[in-house]
């Protein structure tokens, strides 16, 4: 009795140190990329049929040889196999002990022969090749079937600015970083001009005035843009103000750079101190870089007649909201 646990277990030891470290190997493995280039596989001479049913091949392996392709692991028959062996072994040495009556195998050992078979009945259920890897032939041996394959995920959370597509003169680049971020605004600037006794209606003096998002979510989860401003006030005194001013953004033009999402709607708006959104991207569109392009001679400063001299200043605050309006 001795001597057969000790042959037992002395074969177990061999076939863990050969078999666990291939089978641990694969199954912690991973694919390169979800696409290979090989060699075209030499045909033998007056055979022209595809091999059918054939996972795809890892070139550098023989095909001969029971090998899973790619990751070399061996195929799941012997494992299974094996696995069945020992814990048959265990049962047989359990009862061949109590009938002849000999010491009592220790609970330790029998646990050792128990977990190796059910490690190897594991082991065989988990050897499977990737589906994207799987190529099938015909039945007339005259086709095949391949998988294109590509795996997109969002963009990090720390990747770099998103360059404005059309920069304006001054550029109206924000430099922001993210996944979601609105890269370029509008410098509003109307130059300078004389106080007539009437209304009067300015226009803005910057080229290519837009406004330009970015969505990297991959999500098509929608977004809106809203605008505000606060009261024009001089610059050399803070108590006088422009009275009645009213500035409009018209309707905008969109560019995209290739995108297949669909595009955001567009607003005109009138620009106060309250957030008025004037792009809104709905659920399921607005993925990509959209670029919002202003007529400049439709963004539009309406001064009443009355306001004093003086060199008046805003500030516009452009606002991207991670969900549609």
């Not at 009945?121 to 050897?127: D, E, R, V, W």
Request: proline share 5%.
């Amino acid at each position: 009795m001795k001597t057969i646990k000790h042959v037992l277990l002395w074969g177990v030891s061999l076939f863990c140190f050969f078999s666990f470290t291939v089978t641990s190997f694969a199954n912690t493995a991973t694919s390169q990329a979800g696409i290979s280039f090989t060699e075209k596989e030499d045909m033998e001479a007056g055979n022209t049929s595809l091999p059918k049913n054939k996972d795809l091949p890892n070139t550098g392996v023989d095909r001969t040889s029971s090998k899973l392709p790619q990751t070399g692991e061996t195929a799941d028959g012997n494992l299974l196999i094996t696995g069945l062996v020992f814990l048959g072994a265990a049962i047989a040495v359990e009862k061949l002990r109590t009938k002849r009556g000999g010491r009592k195998m220790k609970l330790k050992t029998m646990t050792m022969l128990g977990l190796i078979g059910s490690g190897m009945l594991l082991g065989a259920s988990t050897s499977t090749a990737a589906p994207q890897d799987v190529v099938t032939g015909s039945e007339d041996g005259k086709g095949g079937t391949s998988h294109g394959y590509i795996n997109l995920t969002p963009g990090d959370s720390d990747t770099g600015k998103t360059d404005p597509t059309d920069p304006t003169d001054p550029s109206g680049e924000t430099g922001n970083e993210g996944i979601l971020t609105i890269d370029h605004v509008v410098p509003l600037l109307f130059s300078s001009h004389k106080l007539e006794g009437k209304e009067q209606v300015y226009t803005s003096v910057v080229d290519k005035p837009n406004v330009q998002v970015t969505d990297k979510r991959g999500e098509e989860a929608g977004w809106n843009v809203q605008v505000s401003q606060t009261a024009f006030v001089d610059q050399t005194d803070a108590t006088k103000t422009l009275k009645g001013a009213k500035l409009v953004l018209p309707v905008g033009t969109l560019k995209d750079v290739g995108n297949v999402s669909l595009a955001p709607e567009l607003y005109a708006v009138e620009v106060n101190d309250a957030p008025a959104t004037f792009m809104n991207a709905k659920t399921g569109s607005g993925a990509g870089t959209w670029t919002n392009f202003f007529d400049k001679d439709e963004i539009k400063l309406t001064v009443p007649a009355g306001n004093k001299k003086g060199e008046y200043m805003s500030t516009v605050t452009w606002t991207l909201m991670d969900a549609p309006k």
